[in-house]
């Protein structure tokens, strides 16, 4: 099928699009923002399993941390999308890699922005994660799922995204990435900074 004007339009930002590093030793990770092409392009998100010892019960993007047998961190990416949803490699479009962000948990996250074809059926890794589900690109860009709240880390507050959809809570880094996507390659204007603002 064509794309979407949605995707047409991350083709075209992506290509100038200059994602920002975030220097230091910390242990990497890499998550795939996988969009599908359907006739409303929706993100995919994945509800961690409860017993988890990081991030239990959480909203994420498929994704995980960096193993040494990994080419590189899109392969570390496209690997735990195929492990935990059952998506293989050859159908992530990958466009680029978005800007990094440092979890709370001190990991240096890498997201990487692409296209997934319509009609996937997911295999979840109930070992892993509980769901996989797409949220509405437009009902994110609108702002009718946003919030800002403020969550106190190591002593500092810091003023962080949420969206709620449904009875799904995204918040936390995952709900940063999210608002770098719509608000710079998107134009949502969600009323937080994703560029200049904490990490």
Known sequence: MADSPLLQSLR???DDYEPREVAGDY???AVVVAINDSDRPGVLLTQRSPHLSLHAGEIAFPGGKQDEDD????????????????????????LGPLDQRITRTQIRM???LGILPAGLDFKINYGELDTAFYVPLDE???????????????????RVARFQYQDHDIWGV???????LLNELLDAELPIETRTGDK
């Open 71 to 94: 080419r590189d961190l899109l392969h570390t990416a496209v690997r735990e999308m195929e492990e935990e949803v059952g998506v293989a490699a050859k159908h992530f479009e990958c």
């Open 110 to 112: 890498t997201p990487f």
């Open 174 to 180: 995952t709900a940063m990435v999210l608002a770098d």
């Open 27 to 29: 242990p990497d990770a």
């Open 12 to 14: 075209q930002r992506i």
């Open 140 to 158: 994110l860009i609108d702002g009718r799922l946003f919030s800002v709240v403020d969550v106190l880390d190591t002593g500092i507050t810091k």
